[in-house]
Nanobody
Framework: QVQLVESGGGLVQPGGSLRLSCAASGSIFSIYAMGWYRQAPGKQRELVAGITSGGSTNYADSVKGRFTISRDNAKNTVYLQMNSLKPEDTAVYYC???????????????WGQGTQVTVSS
């Protein structure tokens, strides 16, 4: 079993910053790609940022230059530093990790429970 636990969401004023964390635990052999998605009310879930096991990153155009994704492989954790937040960034943010688990050595796609980010004055 693999579990992802997110933290760091909350209410912030426009222009402010938040840092999201997502820690994986359980029967983990290795973790490949990690990513953050978000879903605003009435909209589809969209990719915000991704990072490969080698450290290559990609971002949605709407967050480039404002958000930074990073990972700590020793802690099985992925982070999302969000700066210069805008009201349109308001959404539930979900982490996603591609995990090879023990003992099956099969790759699975795992999701966090979601954390609310609200940007409002």
């Amino acid at each position: 079993q693999v579990q992802l636990v997110e933290s760091g969401g909350g209410l912030v004023q426009p222009g402010g910053s938040l840092r999201l964390s997502c820690a994986a635990s359980g029967s983990i052999f290795s973790i490949y790609a990690m990513g953050w998605y978000r879903q605003a009310p009435g909209k589809q879930r969209e990719l915000v940022a991704g990072i490969t096991s080698g450290g290559s990153t990609n971002y949605a155009d709407s967050v480039k230059g404002r958000f930074t994704i990073s990972r700590d492989n020793a802690k099985n954790t992925v982070y999302l530093q969000m700066n210069s937040l805008k009201p349109e960034d308001t959404a539930v943010y979900y982490c996603n990790e591609q995990v090879i688990s023990i003992p099956t050595m099969a790759m699975g796609d795992y999701w966090g429970q979601g954390t609310q980010v609200t940007v409002s004055s």
